[in-house]
């Protein structure tokens, strides 16, 4: 079973950068993707990457902002945060999803998740 562990978060001002990374140990992964979640709230997904990394899907949130990219080396999957907000403030979870599913910003179908990293933005 592939095991998941985040690092990266922390406090950080409005118009700030963060790179959260995503380390994977077990069998090779296939589509990962970062969800977020503030206590109350649903998780809500960011961006998911495949495989080759040639086919990238991010939330309409953090488009143009946020850049998710991995090095399947290093086993490990980045999301690069730049001009945060506020709202960006919550726990950034990574997860994986089976062999042969595509990026998908469907929370239920990623099968392994990560504990999350605290993201906090300052404004």
């Known amino acids: 079973q592939v095991q998941l562990v985040e690092s990266g978060g922390g406090l950080v001002q409005a118009g700030g950068s963060l790179r959260l990374s995503c380390a994977a140990s077990g069998r090779a992964f296939p589509t990962m993707a970062w969800f977020r979640q503030v206590p109350g709230k649903e998780r809500e997904f960011v961006a998911a990457?495949?495989?080759?990394?040639?086919?990238?899907y991010a939330s309409d949130s953090v488009k143009g902002r946020f850049t998710i990219s991995r090095d399947n080396a290093k086993n490990t999957v980045y999301l690069q945060m730049n001009s945060l907000k506020p709202e960006d403030t919550a726990v950034y979870y990574c997860?994986?999803?089976?062999?042969?599913?595509?990026?998908?910003?469907?929370?239920?179908?990623?099968?392994?998740w990560g504990q999350g990293t605290q993201v906090t933005v300052s404004s």
């Open positions: 990457i495949n495989w080759s990394g040639g086919s990238t």
């Open positions: 997860a994986h999803g089976p062999v042969g599913m595509g990026v998908s910003r469907e929370s239920n179908r990623y099968t392994s």
